[in-house]
Nanobody, 123 residues
Framework: QVQLVESGGGLVQPGGSLRLSCAAS????????IGWFRQAPGKEREGVSC????????WYADSVKGRFTISRDNDKNTVYLQMNSLRPEYTAVYYC????????????????WGQGTQITVSS
């Protein structure tokens, strides 16, 4: 059974850090581009970052450039999103997803989705 499971969310103060994990089962992540998305209450889902399968290239939304870092550990079949200098406006449910094609920044290519993990940035 193909499954993606996010973890690492929670409550954090502004300026704090979190690391999200996206663990895959039922398939091998290194053949897939992996994206991180978020959806805040009342807003549409938006792409945050992604990492391609072919060359490991990465993409970041302008709002998170310099703050977030995406990486993958193929041995653990896991992709990470390190989030630093968090802002209240980053509060959302964060999802990871897998795409079998590139470019990873084409959101229409994503086939598999996790259930999401809540991040709340608040003092």
């Amino acid at each position: 059974q193909v499954q993606l499971v996010e973890s690492g969310g929670g409550l954090v103060q502004p300026g704090g850090s979190l690391r999200l994990s996206c663990a895959a089962s039922g398939f091998t992540l290194d053949y897939y581009g992996i994206g991180w998305f978020r959806q805040a209450p009342g807003k549409e889902r938006e792409g945050v970052s992604c990492i391609s399968s072919s060359d490991g290239s990465t993409w970041y939304a302008d709002s998170v450039k310099g703050r977030f870092t995406i990486s993958r550990d193929n041995d653990k079949n896991t992709v990470y999103l390190q989030m630093n200098s968090l802002r209240p406006e980053y509060t959302a449910v964060y999802y990871c997803a897998a795409a079998f094609s590139d470019p990873c920044s084409d959101w229409n290519l994503y086939d598999y989705w996790g259930q999401g993990t809540q991040i709340t940035v608040s003092s």
